[in-house]
């Protein structure tokens, strides 16, 4: 299936133990999506630009929280030759009336982020961000991890729980009865994952003796039915003979595909007939019509009139 913008973090980050709520890992995602080989020190992110991506509007005091958790969570990050508890943030900075976060980052976070090499774990950012699970959120990544070898490693049923946050250090269990993991952790997460993503999975409970000890998910490629379109924030572009959620949704695809230059926007997002284009163009990418994997934002583009054939096969 052919991707949205994916992002890459290093496996031994997905596998590490965490908690984070579903705003916080959404800004990690929005972090990692921002990450440039050539500055690994610090980020400034527009929470407009976020709230456009997720639909959802953020106070203030909500994001000082979260981000004030953030830094005092620690990741725990287990590999062959070390055990690390890794902070992310050396410092989080507001710009007022902004709208503007500024991260900088510690740097013993940045060889998870940067120094990938093989050792990797791809995902969709649109795909993560649409999962309103906090659960849903980290399983989708491990089963992404895995998603070419069509089911993840076995992993330990208790091991599992600590690293979704489920059993902290003091051995306190959030969801000590099986029916509660299932119900309200491992069925919603399957739900939301199946419903909302390019992944479908499911899960094996398995038993030693008369207790389970471990789970494994299966993991299949899907192609989508329909896109899925943001409840974006709305805009106050109009175009005649478009609808509002149309224009929205055009404009979220030219993000989501790193459509960036200011003139091909312009060209694009002032025609009716590019708009609905745009919106062809992103359900045929959904459900496989359209096979564009390497540079899908220069393919539109040339379907578009707006850039040489040779200049997308050269990019």
């Given at each position: 299936?052919d ?17 984070y ?7 990690l ?25 997720t ?31 890794i ?26 982020l ?46 599992f ?9 003091k ?41 389970f ?32 959620t ?14 960036t ?55």
């Amino acid at each position: 299936m052919d991707k949205e913008l994916e992002i890459r973090q290093h496996n031994a980050l997905t596998n590490a133990r965490y908690d984070y709520t579903e705003l916080q890992q959404d800004l990690l995602f929005f972090i990692i999506s921002k990450l440039n080989p050539e500055n690994r020190d610090s980020y400034a992110l527009n929470i407009m630009e976020l709230s456009k991506l997720t639909g959802k509007k953020y106070n203030a005091a909500y994001l000082h929280k979260a981000t004030a958790d953030m830094g005092s969570r620690v990741f725990e990050v287990l590999t062959e030759k070390s055990y690390e508890q890794i902070w992310m943030f050396q410092r989080v900075k507001y710009h007022l009336g902004q709208g503007i976060i500024e991260f900088d980052l510690t740097k013993h976070i940045t060889p998870y982020l940067f120094d990938l090499k093989k050792n990797f774990t791809s995902y969709e950012l649109a795909a993560a961000l649409r999962l309103s699970s906090k659960y849903a959120k980290r399983i989708y990544q491990f089963c992404s991890q895995w998603k070419n070898m069509g089911e993840t490693k076995k992993y330990d049923l208790q091991e599992f729980k600590k690293t979704l946050g489920l059993i902290d250090d003091k051995g306190n269990e959030k969801m000590k009865q099986l029916i509660d993991l299932r119900t309200n952790v491992l069925d919603v997460a399957v739900k939301q994952i199946n419903e909302h993503t390019e992944l479908h999975i499911s899960y094996k409970l398995e038993k030693v003796g008369r207790s389970f000890k471990n789970i494994v998910f299966t993991v299949k490629s899907q192609a989508l039915a329909t896109s899925i379109p943001f409840d974006l924030v709305p805009t106050a572009q109009t175009l005649p003979g478009v609808q509002q959620t149309q224009y929205d949704n055009a404009a979220r695809i030219l993000d989501e595909l790193r459509i960036t230059d200011a003139k091909h926007r312009q060209a694009i997002l002032t025609s009716a007939g590019h708009v609905a284009e745009v919106n062809r163009y992103n359900h045929d990418l959904k459900t496989g019509k359209v096979k564009a994997s390497r540079n899908p934002g220069g393919l539109l583009l040339v379907r578009l009139g707006l850039v040489a054939p040779k200049t997308t096969a050269a990019s």
